[in-house]
């Protein structure tokens, strides 16, 4: 895979692809950037060496939002392509079926927000502050905040969060579950904490089953329980075309739980 891209950085270790937003000074998203991070999206879901993923911005900024600039003067036709662009990519993101860990330093404020709400895992640096504040601009989160944070942390908070605007501490987003873990220390640490959490799973798990249960939770939010018990027999019969599955129930039947090594086929 080349991840030759403009405004992202990917580094590969250990099964743990990196990838952190480049554009100075506060990784504000423009078409550009979601191009590029459905692009890489692609890429990874389809690069063998990669079983974890981490996104993040770096030790200081994850993403303060939309590139105001480029939107202050769109008609309704061009805001729907910006929009559609940036819904797809981050959809693209989401659909990774493989782990996605976000490592939130400094600002992640609207479409960072909704970045972040892309992965499976959001952990936060203590001095972080998240929020989506597009009412305050006059309008509402478009790249998917409307629709996955209710998800996440129910209904009545997420408005309170779209409807006010305000910018929320870590720990006031832990509470909410807007974010699964706060770290402590500098961004290094947070980064640190995501690569670490995100290599375990790529060294120690089985990455079809991985696979399938991250493809049956996503798609069966989305869909009625009966059609999600047909998405989630069929991706439990595709574990049983793997060695993975093999290894993992005879050395149960032997050893016990737990003492599996996979070998990723």
């Not at 998405?231 to 599955?245: G, H, K, R």
Request: glycine letters at 10%.
């Amino acid at each position: 895979m080349a991840y030759d891209f403009e405004f992202l950085k990917v580094e590969i270790e250990e099964g743990v692809a990196t990838v952190r937003l480049d554009r100075p000074k506060m990784n504000a998203l423009n078409n550009q950037v979601f191009l590029e991070i459905g692009n890489c999206a692609t890429e990874l879901q389809y690069d063998d060496e990669v079983r974890a993923v981490v996104i993040t911005g770096g030790e200081k900024v994850f993403a303060a939002g939309a590139d105001i600039k480029e939107m202050v003067g769109a008609t309704p036709a061009q805001v729907a392509k910006i929009i559609g662009g940036a819904q797809d990519a981050l959809t693209r993101l989401e659909n990774v079926l493989k782990p996605v860990i976000a490592a939130v330093n400094g600002f992640a404020l609207g479409g960072g927000c909704e970045l972040s709400l892309a992965a499976d895992w959001r952990f936060a640096g203590e001095k972080a502050q998240i929020g989506v504040p597009e009412i305050l601009l006059g309008i509402i989160p478009g790249a998917g905040g409307t629709q996955r944070l209710p998800r996440l942390i129910g209904p009545a908070r997420a408005k309170e969060m779209i409807f006010s605007g305000r910018f929320y501490d870590a720990a006031t987003c832990l509470e909410y579950g807007v974010v699964d873990k706060v770290v402590e220390g500098d961004g290094a640490a947070v980064i640190a904490e995501a690569q670490k959490v995100a290599r375990r799973y790529a060294t120690k798990y089985p990455p079809v089953a991985l696979a399938m249960a991250k493809r049956s939770v996503n798609h069966g939010l989305n869909c009625s329980i009966i059609d999600g018990l047909a998405i989630e027999a069929q991706s439990i019969a595709i574990c049983f075309s793997t060695e993975d599955q093999t290894i993992g129930m005879e050395t149960f039947i032997k050893e016990g739980p737990g003492k599996a090594r996979f070998i990723g086929k």
